[in-house]
């Protein structure tokens, strides 16, 4: 509903948006076809979204006008519908009305569960049942891409559904998602409407704005604080051209770490006026975007050693001794990070359908507390153990097995980034 109502995005849309566009991710890391709705005109809301890198669908064209049609005619036979003409005694509908429609006999006759219990009358106009005609275009037609308000996903079901829809919105609009649910369902009664189910993300707190603050004005006021911090850790480098695009990704992922490495639930604090942002603060997205750039530096040095005759190239993964891989740092990379790797992304993808009601939870914090994890541990092993050694070939052995260890890191760093579309810094 944000994205269909609102006249400017705010930090709890954002919310909404990056879980939503980081949960369609992982769901198609898992073979799992994504159609992400509403689509969003060409505005300063896509100009926002492409910012922080949300694959959002922007400047598509709507419903056709016959969908909604469909939708008035199945209304002028709703039996929980009551219209202008029907209603002699009742206050005057306004304008832009077309009918009421009671949502909490429905409720009732159909014995559903969870929805809130103020729900009762509902207006609808001609905006809900376009919003309507979206949902079921996104059903019809099949090949699957981008809600806040919707993900529909294929996937199987013991019904025999192809298709789940999920509510992907923030706690201040799931009344009026809630609503749409059920007018979805009065007028298109099936399998795949009685699929629906919420995602509901906790509130977003703003401390001490001076003013309501739009989702833009985060974005900026995020940036320079990272732009500053990095001028302070790197002095005029950091100003120069070709750190444009890294101080963005680093802004960006400090955002989405801020939104998302907390449980969806759960409230999320935003200090906007805490000036000490750092790149290095281990909990954040600027730590781990850091911690992926000295892998990328790491092998960018072994490369120019190697073609200065320095090193010799990497052997074939089957002629390493991995043996003498004795440090307890290197075996906790590989036994809590490497092989648990692919059942992190598969939990987190999964949305456990509930015994009752319309709620569902994801897991959806679990790649970021991942990557913040790794990057610690990461971090301790790299500041203590001198990967690249002296040019010895008696040491050439051991330094060959760490750094097929740490390319498998990395692979990991960028398999998991790539979920929150966030591309790996070569420098920072």
Not at 95 to 116: A, K, M, P, T, W
Not at 184 to 211: E, F, M, Y
């Given at each position: 509903?944000?994205?269909?109502?609102?006249?400017?995005l705010?930090?709890?849309?954002?919310?909404?948006?990056?879980l939503?566009?980081?949960?369609?991710?992982?769901?198609?890391?898992?073979?799992?076809?994504?159609?992400l709705?509403?689509?969003?005109?060409?505005?300063?809301?896509?100009?926002?979204?492409?910012?922080?890198?949300?694959?959002?669908p922007?400047?598509?064209?709507?419903?056709?006008?016959?969908?909604?049609?469909?939708?008035?005619?199945?209304?002028?036979?709703?039996?929980?519908?009551?219209?202008?003409?029907?209603?002699?005694?009742?206050?005057?509908?306004?304008?832009?009305?077309?009918?009421?429609?009671?949502?909490?006999?429905?409720?009732?006759q159909?014995?559903?569960?969870?929805?809130?219990?103020?729900?009762?009358?509902?207006?609808?106009?001609?905006?809900k049942?376009?919003?309507?005609?979206?949902?079921?275009?996104?059903?019809?037609?099949?090949?699957?891409?981008?809600p806040?308000?919707l993900?529909t996903?294929?996937?199987?079901?013991?019904s025999?559904?192809?298709?789940?829809?999920?509510?992907?919105?923030?706690?201040?609009?799931?009344?009026?998602?809630?609503?749409?649910?059920?007018?979805w369902?009065?007028?298109?009664?099936?399998?795949?409407?009685?699929?629906?189910?919420?995602?509901?993300?906790?509130?977003?707190?703003?401390?001490?704005?001076?003013?309501?603050?739009?989702?833009?004005?985060?974005?900026?006021?995020?940036?320079?604080?990272?732009?500053?911090?990095?001028?302070?850790?790197?002095?005029?480098?950091?100003?120069?051209?070709?750190?444009?695009?890294?101080?963005?990704?680093?802004?960006?992922?400090?955002?989405?770490?801020?939104?998302?490495?907390?449980?969806?639930?759960?409230?999320?604090?935003?200090?906007?006026?805490?000036?000490?942002?750092?790149?290095?603060?281990?909990?954040?997205?600027?730590?781990?975007?850091?911690?992926?750039?000295?892998?990328?530096?790491l092998?960018?040095?072994?490369?120019?050693?190697?073609?200065?005759?320095?090193?010799?190239?990497?052997?074939?993964?089957?002629?390493?001794?991995?043996?003498c891989?004795?440090?307890?740092?290197?075996?906790?990379?590989?036994?809590?990070?490497?092989?648990?790797?692919?059942?992190?992304?598969?939990q987190?993808?999964?949305?456990?359908?509930p015994?009752?009601?319309?709620?569902?939870?994801?897991?959806?914090?679990?790649?970021?507390?991942?990557?913040?994890?790794?990057?610690?541990?990461?971090?301790s092993?790299?500041?203590?153990v001198?990967?690249?050694g002296?040019?010895?070939?008696?040491?050439?052995?051991?330094?060959?097995?760490?750094l097929?260890?740490?390319?498998?890191?990395?692979?990991?760093?960028?398999?998991?980034?790539?979920?929150l579309?966030?591309?790996?810094?070569?420098?920072?």
């Amino acid at each position: 509903p944000a994205l269909r109502a609102a006249p400017a995005l705010r930090p709890r849309h954002l919310r909404a948006l990056l879980l939503a566009d980081h949960l369609a991710q992982l769901l198609r890391a898992q073979g799992v076809g994504v159609r992400l709705v509403p689509a969003l005109a060409e505005d300063g809301s896509c100009e926002i979204l492409r910012h922080l890198r949300i694959e959002w669908p922007c400047g598509t064209s709507p419903a056709p006008p016959d969908a909604v049609s469909a939708l008035k005619r199945a209304l002028s036979r709703c039996p929980c519908a009551t219209g202008r003409e029907q209603a002699p005694g009742t206050a005057t509908l306004p304008e832009n009305v077309i009918c009421r429609v009671h949502l909490r006999s429905f409720v009732e006759q159909q014995g559903l569960v969870g929805y809130d219990p103020n729900l009762d009358v509902l207006l609808v106009t001609e905006e809900k049942l376009q919003s309507l005609a979206e949902l079921q275009q996104a059903l019809q037609q099949g090949t699957v891409s981008h809600p806040a308000a919707l993900l529909t996903f294929r996937t199987s079901f013991p019904s025999g559904s192809c298709c789940s829809i999920v509510h992907v919105v923030n706690c201040e609009e799931e009344f009026q998602q809630q609503q749409l649910d059920l007018l979805w369902r009065i007028l298109d009664p099936g399998t795949h409407t009685a699929l629906q189910k919420h995602l509901v993300c906790g509130p977003v707190k703003v401390t001490n704005p001076s003013s309501p603050i739009g989702a833009d004005q985060y974005f900026q006021l995020r940036k320079r604080q990272m732009y500053d911090a990095s001028v302070m850790k790197y002095g005029e480098l950091a100003q120069d051209e070709s750190w444009t695009e890294v101080i963005d990704t680093l802004t960006v992922a400090a955002i989405r770490f801020e939104m998302l490495s907390t449980a969806h639930r759960s409230q999320i604090t935003l200090d906007l006026e805490d000036t000490s942002i750092s790149t290095k603060g281990t909990k954040s997205g600027a730590f781990v975007m850091y911690n992926c750039a000295r892998l990328a530096t790491l092998f960018d040095t072994y490369q120019r050693a190697v073609e200065r005759g320095t090193y010799p190239p990497l052997p074939p993964v089957s002629e390493l001794n991995f043996s003498c891989l004795r440090e307890e740092g290197e075996w906790l990379l590989l036994f809590n990070y490497l092989l648990p790797f692919p059942e992190v992304l598969q939990q987190a993808a999964q949305l456990p359908t509930p015994t009752k009601g319309i709620r569902i939870t994801a897991n959806t914090e679990a790649v970021c507390k991942f990557l913040i994890q790794l990057s610690m541990d990461f971090s301790s092993y790299y500041n203590r153990v001198h990967v690249l050694g002296e040019p010895f070939p008696h040491l050439f052995e051991q330094m060959f097995a760490r750094l097929r260890l740490l390319g498998a890191v990395r692979d990991v760093f960028h398999s998991a980034l790539a979920t929150l579309h966030l591309p790996p810094l070569s420098q920072i």
